[in-house]
């Protein structure tokens, strides 16, 4: 990028546009009784940003969309399951300073704060 590199030229130090973290997490669930898989996507978005949340919301459901194990597609056997249960694909953004609205279906979305007393509620429901 153009003005990553002229700001390292400038100051004589390299700079950076990204934190090096990864943003995605994808959780395999695997019940060897039963020969289940189950997965569980987790988008993380350090930002309260409204443009940067709703790039979030996009790349989880573009993560569930094109997840593939073996060349095939995990979810969208059926045109309406593209985005698993509703319970598989999770995005956690920064604390907002308002109350929000939950999302209808296709995602979860959480607070950081909301983490900690949702996660568990979140696995046994993508179980």
Do not use: C, W
């Amino acid at each position: 990028m153009a003005a990553t590199r002229i700001s390292s030229d400038y100051f004589g130090r390299e700079f950076r546009d990204h934190t090096g973290r990864p943003d995605v997490i994808v959780l395999e669930i695997v019940s060897e009784a039963d020969d289940y898989h189950e997965y569980l996507i987790t988008e993380v978005k350090n930002s309260a940003n409204e443009k940067t949340i709703r790039q979030g919301v996009k790349e989880t459901l573009e993560y569930l969309a094109f997840l593939q194990v073996d060349d095939e597609f995990v979810f969208g056997a059926d045109e309406e399951d593209y985005f698993g249960s509703g319970y598989n694909g999770l995005l956690v953004v920064q604390d907002l300073d308002r109350e929000t609205a939950a999302p209808a279906g296709e995602i979860t979305i959480l607070q950081a704060s909301e983490l900690e007393v949702e996660l568990e509620g979140i696995l046994r429901n993508v179980l």
